[in-house]
């Protein structure tokens, strides 16, 4: 049984908005910090945001600077679902987008690693010009 299930992918003209969505199952523990990533065909996979499930201080949530201003990770707690609204879409957005839980954490590194915490299968997110 999967236990990050990504939806919300899709294809969206330049400047459009596309939310992302991502279940966590009942393995993913609750003081796990969860995470979005993306990779792109020929690149390597790029930590975008990360977000400590509980905290409500300026350290809860952690962006790249390749998408800071215009995505927004969030959680609902009382679904133990994940989002990242992504605005302003640009073509160099275009990726596999990738849910992760117990990998990166606000504040910290991403070590680069996609063997350990739990990650998701991915959602295909097409920006065209």
């Known amino acids: 049984q999967e236990q990050l299930v990504e939806s919300g992918g899709g294809s969206v003209q330049a400047g459009g908005s596309l939310r992302l969505s991502c279940a966590a199952g009942?393995?993913?523990?609750?003081?796990?910090?969860m995470d979005w990533f993306r990779q792109a065909p020929g690149k390597e996979r790029e930590a975008l945001a990360a977000i400590n499930r509980f905290s409500t201080t300026e350290y809860a949530r952690s962006y790249a600077e390749s998408v800071k201003g215009r995505f927004t990770i969030s959680i609902d707690n009382a679904m133990n679902t994940l989002y990242l609204q992504m605005n302003s879409l640009k073509p160099e957005d275009s990726a596999m987008y990738y849910c992760a839980a117990g990998v990166w954490c606000p504040g910290g590194r991403w070590d680069g690693r996609t063997d350990s915490g739990y990650w998701g299968q991915g959602t295909q997110v097409t920006v065209t010009s």
């Open positions: 009942i393995y993913i523990r609750s003081d796990y910090c």
